[in-house]
């Protein structure tokens, strides 16, 4: 799990520190704030121990220095690394952050048991980019983590959904340079998974209405995505509206494991061609994964968002999940960051304000 970032001149940042909750996180701010920035640094360091670690890779040197170098031209899609230091930035730029991951414990399986808990580790990575030649100065793991350390899956899920031009995506990376960053490759191949056969703790009850409400649930077949209607007829998602097609992606991703206890889904703009009837579903869905030890970090300016996500945490089944609620806002020294356990607590919210004040223009017409 995600537990700390701290950037220092990156992008639209100047010094800048988040602290993440277990459970919720929901980072709201207009456009040009950074939200969709923080998401892809956190999805970067809760995946880069485990794919250093499977490249043979150690987390320190030129090999860790040149991984983390090509997942951020990866991830961001700048023309040169430079371009990621904050304009007119007087100081090195910097990436810190802290995730938490464990060390197995061996156990016997017993009828009921609950999942055991294994022995905490924090790692701990120093990130310093060189503004001159455009490379990475440094990448390091400042502690010496052990080398069994486990870190759950992380998966992001971009703005744009993927379910509608799955097929051959892949391949397109593969093969040419399109205009998609890496974000949308990595949850295409996350999602080439065999159906799983064992049904996901996570959710039954609401799991079932959602697939109720798009009238099925995805499956992968032959490399296609396709819908399983409740009759047991396929339908091509190009068919399904948009908002049919995330919901549906993220019953996929539940019912096959890839979000599980333990991971972290970090989910840009949830609200993205949404209606406001199929958006509440979908917000709950993610409120109650986040109460059951998933860690969730939303970006989002929408205001339906964060109201229903208020209303949901007042009701006494969700009020004991864990949140952090942060608003970003321009400012000359670059954006600013504000952080609560409610939208209540935080410095106001400019994107918020702009649709206050068009309901208060609205009433003032109908009056």
Known sequence: MLKQLKLTQFTAFGKATFDFSDGLNVIVGANGTGKTHV??????FTRAWSE?????????????????????????????LAHLARQGGKTTTRLDANVYGEISTAKIDMTNEERPVGIGESLQWEIGIDQDEATIRTARLVNHAARNTILPASLFVPSKEIVSFFDGLISLFENYKINLDETYRDL????TVPESQRPSELLPHLLEALSGSI????????????LRQSNGERLEPQLLAEGFRKLGMLLFLVRNHLIETGSTLFWDEPEANLNPELMRPLIEVLVALSGMGVQIVLATHSLFVLREI?????????????RACFALAPSQQGVKVSRGTSFEGVDP?????ADLAQSGRFMDVMD
């Open 39 to 44: 998401l892809k640094l956190g999805y970067l």
């Open 188 to 191: 295409a191949v996350a999602m």
């Open 52 to 80: 250093l670690s499977k490249q043979g890779v150690s987390p320190e040197g030129k090999r860790a220095e040149a991984y983390f170098e090509e997942r951020l031209m990866g991830l961001f899609r700048p023309e040169r």
């Open 349 to 353: 919210i400019l994107t918020l304000d």
């Open 215 to 226: 009238g099925g649930e995805l499956v992968l077949e032959k490399g296609k995505l396709l």
């Open 310 to 322: 208020e209303i949901l945490l007042r009701q006494p089944e969700y009020q004991s999940v864990p």
